[in-house]
C-alpha cells in the first residue's frame, strides 16, 4: 500500500509511540485520523506533524478524535466521525494501551498482606484488549464498507509470553496477539491485513526516570546492548503497511530479549 493520501487512523497517538507512529506515517503523506483520551496531547501530536512537513492541519490532513477506546459508545461515535471527515479508511493502528502493575499475591510471614485488585486487571483488560477489539471491529467495517482493503496493525508486547508482576498486562498483550491471526484468517476476503508487532523494552519517560544501575542491568539483558526507539517502532509500522504481502504475523522489535 502506498501510504501517501491514505487515510490511517492511529489510537494512543497523544504520546509516545502512538506519536512516533503519527509523525512518520504523516512524513510520508498519510492523511491521519489521531485517537486519544487528552485533547491536549493531541493537540500536541498534530502540531508536531505540522511541523515537520507543514501538510497536516485540522482542516485537512489531521483529524483530532477524543475518544476512550475501552467505550463502546466512544468507539462508534469516534469512527463514525472519522468516515464522516474522510469518507474512507485504509489502516488502523492499534496503539492505544496502559499499564497498571502488580504481584497477584503478596504474602510475608505466612500472611497474604496484598492481591491484585479486579479494577487492576480490568482496567487494564478495558483499555489494552476491549479497546483493541472495539477499534479494530469498527475500523474493519469501515474498511469492508469502503471496498479498497487496507491494514490493521495491532500493538501487543514481548510480555504476551508472561511477565513476573504483569498478570493483567500479559494476558492482555497475549490477547491482541491472538486477534492478529484470526483477524488476519477472518478478514482476508475483504482485501484487509493484519499484522502485529511486539516490542520489547523502549527508551520511555518511564526508563528515563531509571536509575542509571537499573538501566545499566536492563541494557546487558539486551542483546543489541540497547532500548528500542520509539523511530525504530514507526519504521516497522511504515514497512507493514508498505508491504501488501504481509498478514497474519507477529514482528517480534525486542533486540533479542525473550522474557
Keep these: 500500500m502506498d501510504i501517501k493520501d491514505k487515510v490511517i487512523v492511529i489510537t494512543g ?3 509516545g509511540l502512538g506519536r512516533a507512529i503519527a509523525l512518520a506515517l504523516g512524513a510520508q503523506g498519510a492523511t491521519l485520523a489521531l485517537l486519544d483520551i487528552n485533547r491536549a496531547d493531541l493537540e500536541a501530536t498534530a502540531a508536531m506533524v505540522r511541523s515537520q512537513n507543514d501538510q497536516c492541519d485540522q482542516d485537512s490532513q489531521c483529524g483530532l478524535f477524543v475518544c476512550n477506546v475501552a467505550s463502546e459508545a466512544e468507539v462508534e ?3 463514525a466521525a472519522i468516515k464522516g471527515r474522510f469518507g474512507v479508511l485504509h489502516g488502523l493502528i492499534n496503539c492505544a494501551g496502559i499499564l ?3 504481584m497477584l ?3 510475608k510471614e505466612g500472611a497474604l498482606v496484598e492481591k491484585m485488585t479486579l479494577a487492576q486487571w480490568q482496567s487494564v483488560i478495558d483499555v489494552n484488549l476491549t479497546g483493541t477489539f472495539l477499534c479494530g471491529r469498527e475500523g474493519a467495517a469501515l474498511m469492508a464498507q469502503g471496498g479498497q482493503g487496507g491494514v490493521i496493525i495491532n500493538i501487543s508486547s514481548i510480555a504476551r509470553a508472561g511477565n513476573i508482576g504483569q498478570s493483567n498486562y500479559a494476558a ?9 491471526v484470526t483477524w488476519a484468517r477472518e478478514l482476508a476476503r475483504h482485501g484487509i491485513r493484519v499484522m502485529g508487532i511486539a516490542p520489547g523494552v523502549f527508551a520511555t519517560e518511564m526508563t528515563a526516570a531509571m536509575k542509571p544501575e537499573a538501566m ?6 539486551i542483546p543489541v546492548g540497547t532500548l528500542g526507539e520509539a523511530q525504530q517502532l514507526a519504521d516497522t509500522v511504515s514497512f507493514i503497511v508498505a508491504n501488501d504481502y504481509l498478514s497474519g504475523r507477529m514482528i517480534e522489535l525486542d533486540g533479542g530479549l525473550r522474557l
Aim: glycine residues 12%; proline residues 0%.
Design 216 to 221: 545499566a542491568r536492563m541494557q546487558q539483558a
Design 105 to 107: 499475591i503478596k504474602v
Design 77 to 79: 461515535a469516534a469512527f
Design 13 to 15: 497517538a497523544g504520546r
Design 172 to 180: 492482555s498483550k497475549a490477547g491482541v496477539a491472538s486477534l492478529v
Design 100 to 102: 497498571r502493575d502488580g
